[in-house]
């Protein structure tokens, strides 16, 4: 499985038996590294909400084709810079039910992903 590195993946792999053997982690120290992934996570969303409150959208089509052609441009290079974060979530997820006794907590690992 090839993940690409963030702290999601950082704390999904602290869960595996064989990394917490190698490392010498204790629980502890795992759910530590779990705990900063959530404290990002609920950053992350604390943002997303300020900017779904407080800004105004206008949902009204305008037919300006420099400002249409920017904005389909704008809207492609996001995609292709949420694929791979996506990808990671759903490999994470699919390893977690596939292979739940390679976890310490495969429960928490399968939050990581969805998050």
């Given at each position: 499985m090839r993940l690409t590195t963030n702290i999601?993946?950082?704390?999904?792999?602290t869960f595996f038996q064989k990394s917490k053997d190698k490392f010498r982690l204790r629980l502890s120290d795992q759910i530590d590294i779990f705990h900063k992934?959530?404290?990002?996570?609920?950053?992350?969303?604390?943002?997303?909400?300020?900017?779904?409150?407080?800004e105004e959208f206008d949902t009204r089509y305008k037919?300006?084709?420099?400002?249409?052609?920017?904005?389909?441009?704008?809207?492609?290079?996001l995609h292709w810079q949420c694929i791979p974060e996506a990808r990671n979530g759903i490999?994470?997820?699919?390893?977690?039910?596939?292979c739940p006794d390679e976890f310490?907590?495969?429960?928490?690992?399968?939050?990581?992903?969805?998050?």
């Open positions: 999601y993946t950082i704390s999904y792999c992934a959530i404290f990002i996570f609920i950053i992350q969303m604390t943002f997303i909400v300020t900017i779904l409150v407080f037919n300006n084709t420099a400002v249409n052609l920017c904005l389909f441009f704008t809207v492609l290079i490999y994470m997820m699919k390893y977690a039910l596939c310490t907590k495969p429960v928490a690992v399968f939050f990581l992903g969805l998050i």
